[in-house]
């Protein structure tokens, strides 16, 4: 692996997104020629990130058993200051099991252990992203990908997200006895801010600010994306009280 990246990209093939349809597929005209369709792994709307004749990039599988062998990776955004977003949602609880494995997040405190997809909640019925322990108090950590985005100010979510309201109050449960965090993985570099979504999921966004005034800490984290990898680059400034989200809606 590139050390400049905490994950490298496999050879990607570039071309334009003709449609995306049916939630999992894209139809996509590549470079050479052959319209091809790909298989999107992001079940979302997508907002900003699937307008058609965009540049995309995708991967090839070598699994002859693949229905659909590439896989949507990257669109380009934003024609005045061209991004990368990286929309495979496959790929953000991997990214973050290599940051984490490589102490990206000094306020994590010194955990020992990761262990991915921890039984947790109401009758042990939800899994949690990550479960870290070896510190002062075990951490559970959530993981949402985030691309949705209104000038500098990454959101989230794009769309209702009952599973993200469930997500929200249990970590609320866990308090006191463990830390709780949900981490906003930025798939794009050219964000500064984060704030929730109010506009499509308001019940969200008062989760969210019922939950942090109750103890759960929030991540967001940037990532600048390329077709050559993905790194970290620091932490967004999250929303003030109303301050980001008032600025969003006017």
Known sequence: MNNHYIYSYPQLYFGRLIQRYKRFLADIELDSGEVITAHCANTGPMLGVSTPNSRVAVSLSDNKNRKLPYTWELIQVNDLEPTWVGINTGLPNKIIKIALEKRLFPSLGNYQEIRPEVAYGKDKGSRIDFFLTGGEYPIYLEVKNTTWSDGKIALFPDTVTTRGQKHLQELMDVLPEARSLMLYLINRGDCTHFAPGDRADPLYGKLLRQAMSQGVEIL???????????????????FSGELVSKAIDQ
């Open 220 to 238: 967001p984290c940037r990532f600048a994306v390329t077709p050559e990898g993905v790194r970290f680059i620091g932490l967004a400034e999250h």
